[in-house]
């Protein structure tokens, strides 16, 4: 018989829905149940693409036993940790600081009133290298629970009390200037590895927005040593096993330093933050590799992850079925010599191998290789490799597809339209604009109140209950942005500037300037939950700086320019110091330093040839964080338009930046040069 979970909309928590746990969501309702009983609450946090929280659930929380003495002493309560980042990130802390590490599946003892007091991440259905079985942990805590309840309440006292004295120390509330960039860069430099590309050692994550720091550092200042650092490690990651060379698409991450073998599950939000890194490294270069990894990442999104109401659904699992009915890690895309030789025959199969790295012994797990691009161009022709690519990917469709996670969440969907309107502009690809602009339209449709308010996640076109947290507010208003610039539609600016509206009241500590993870008037959580650096995307804080920034470039409105360079004085303190987890926060910095410029383009009809040249050559300079307003003269649909009049009858393009304008241009080369950082 399911359980309360069979009511919910996340797909995590539905895939407990018939567990014999007699699982709750998150809610009041559980504690008090907790408080009824006299009983402890297992807090269990985890997300559908995570391998180990599919181990777990299948060793302890679908056997009868463990489930029975579960619901004898506990009241369990799920979380899926991409609906509720906010109760995901306190306990996490709690966690990281009691144990040093943190992970998902995150397993939380808390008292009755929601106080942690015993903690650990996966625990195993038998002991196991040093770690008691999941059996022993729910003893040991009932028994602590029952004869030794004073040392709880005190344990919990203390974690609560140490969580609330871990407020950020601000800084000095400046932004950062030349001198912590430039620290910022040797930081970086000094954790580069120089034979791989990337930083730091194994696991290697995708540093998406150090990579778009990089990028405008170098637009501003031509250090080629940026440039280097980010070209590198873009080419290595695209030629690893991490990037899909039949798909394409990114997973999670490599467990290798190589780039090797990835963690097959894929995410929107990396895929979204990487499309639109390559697109900016084939902005800065023209590298054809950029070129079409940027385009294949963008299509995957569209194909694989695009939901019927045309938002994007969160990730694809890292398991699928192998053929035998066991669910297996990277099953759906790897291949054995035999295999290739299934699809492809003898002679082509022997190509492919040396082409994709596929060999006898292996690069994976029972001899079945990931494939990459080794370098080796030039190896086959190009008609040869398309043709071996087709059919592979034809034969792998035809195996069980990894599962999907299907809710839309909002801010995830911000930074894909971000990264669609921005390909689709640069590569003449309507559709992929056309792609963002549907997203965009869902999110005001279904995640949008008459108040503005977002909602955190839908599913299958019905709006979760989870109130959007800060960064839902600043990524959807990035995506905003990017589609004002793109469409010269200035309803998407009118729509970035309501939801930065809640950023300023709701968010922000009007002393310090300082931002908050989740609104003033949310849910109160033992602890509220702020945190300014950057994980696996952008956190709150460093995006709705960028967000707020952009805003004021486009409407001149000095509380929004005064927000985002108060919140960048975390920059200015942790930049120098941890550069590589605070990258979207030195990427706003540069535009800050840089101006940001504002770019108005006029013509008679945004499809006119003339204005359609200018609009391009807008969106293509690389001057860090510049804003675009295209449209017709005395358009009020952006304030940039105001007072711009054709320049002897041509289309004509305003470049101001720091109250000082250039002379107006009829000339896209003049453009490209003003606007090359």
Not at 312 to 327: C, K, P, Q
Not at 504 to 527: C, M, N, Q, V
Request: hydrophobic fraction near 40%.
């Amino acid at each position: 018989m399911p359980n309360r979970l069979a009511h919910e909309t996340s797909p995590y928590l539905l895939q407990h829905a018939d567990n014999p746990v007699d699982w709750w969501p998150w809610s009041s309702e559980a504690f008090e149940e907790a408080r009824k009983r006299n009983v402890p609450v297992l807090l269990s946090v985890g997300y559908s693409s995570c391998h180990w929280c599919h181990v777990m659930a299948h060793e302890s929380f679908e056997d009868q036993q463990t489930a029975e003495y579960l619901n004898a002493h506990y009241v369990s309560v799920k979380v899926d940790r991409e609906e509720r980042p906010d109760v995901d990130a306190v306990y996490m802390e709690a966690v990281q600081a009691a144990t040093g590490q943190g992970g998902w599946p995150m397993t939380v003892f808390l008292t009755p009133d929601a106080e942690p007091f015993y903690f650990g991440t996966y625990f195993p259905p038998a002991p196991r290298q040093g770690m008691p079985s999941f059996r022993q942990v729910l003893q040991g805590v009932h028994q602590a629970w029952d004869e030794r309840r004073d040392e709880v309440a005190e344990v919990a006292g203390k974690i609560v009390r140490d969580l609330a004295g871990r407020e950020i120390s601000y800084g000095d509330a400046q932004t950062p200037g030349e001198e912590e960039l430039a620290q910022a860069l040797l930081g970086l430099t000094r954790e580069y590895d120089p034979q791989r590309g990337g930083f730091g050692g194994a696991p290697k994550f995708p540093p998406s927005m150090v990579l778009e720091f990089l990028l405008r550092h170098h637009a501003r200042t031509g250090a080629e040593g940026a440039l280097q650092m980010a070209q590198d490690t873009c080419e290595r990651m695209a030629r690893g096993g991490m990037y899909d060379q039949l798909g394409g698409g990114f997973a999670r991450y490599s467990v290798d330093r190589d780039w090797v073998v990835p963690h097959f599950e894929k995410m929107l939000y990396d895929n979204a933050l990487l499309c639109r890194v390559y697109a900016h490294l084939w902005r800065s270069t023209g590298s054809e590799l950029a070129r079409r990894v940027a385009l294949e990442t963008a299509d995957f999104m569209v194909r694989e992850l695009r939901t019927n109401e045309g938002g994007f659904a969160s990730a694809l699992d890292a398991d699928s079925d192998d053929g035998t009915g066991r669910h297996v890690e990277g099953a759906y895309y790897v291949w054995t010599p035999e295999q290739l030789r299934e699809v492809l025959g003898e002679q082509d199969a022997g190509l492919a191998a040396r082409h994709f790295g596929v060999t006898e012994e292996g690069t994976f797990e029972e001899g079945a290789s990931v494939l990459q691009l080794p370098v080796r161009d030039g190896l086959l022709d190009a008609e040869k490799v398309a043709s071996i690519r087709q059919r592979l990917l034809a034969a792998r469709s035809e195996r069980p597809a990894p599962g999907r996670d299907d809710k839309v969440v909002a801010a995830w969907n911000g930074l894909a339209i971000a990264a669609l309107a921005e390909t689709g502009a640069y590569f003449d690809r309507p559709d992929l604009v056309e792609a963002a602009v549907a997203a965009a339209d869902l999110l005001v449709r279904l995640h949008l109140d008459e108040q503005a308010r977002l909602t955190r996640t839908s599913k299958d076109g019905h709006a979760g209950a989870n109130a959007g947290v800060l960064e839902d507010y600043a990524d959807v208003a990035e995506g905003f942005l990017a589609l004002a610039s793109v469409t010269g539609e200035g309803v998407w600016l009118e729509f970035a500037g309501f939801l930065l509206d809640h950023v300023l009241a709701r968010f922000t500590d009007p002393e310090s300037g300082s931002l908050y993870d989740t609104a003033a008037d949310a849910e109160r959580l033992i602890r509220r939950p702020q945190d300014p650096t950057d994980n696996a995307a952008p956190s709150g804080w460093t995006a709705a700086a960028n967000a707020l920034l952009s805003y004021a470039a486009h409407t001149g409105s000095e509380p929004h320019r005064t927000a985002a360079e108060r919140a960048l004085g975390v920059v200015k303190a942790l930049g120098p110091r941890v550069p590589r987890f605070i990258g979207w926060g030195l990427a706003a910095a540069e535009a800050v330093l840089d101006g940001p410029r504002e770019v108005a383009v006029v013509g008679p009809a945004l499809d006119d040839e003339g204005t359609r040249a200018l609009h391009r050559t807008a969106l293509l300079g690389t001057a860090p964080g510049a804003v675009v307003a295209a449209g017709v003269p005395g358009s009020e649909e952006f304030p940039l338009l105001a007072d711009r009049p054709l320049v002897g009858g041509e289309p004509a393009a305003y470049v101001c930046r720091n109250f000082t304008c250039d002379a107006p241009t009829t000339e896209p080369d003049r453009l490209r040069t003003v606007l090359s950082g």
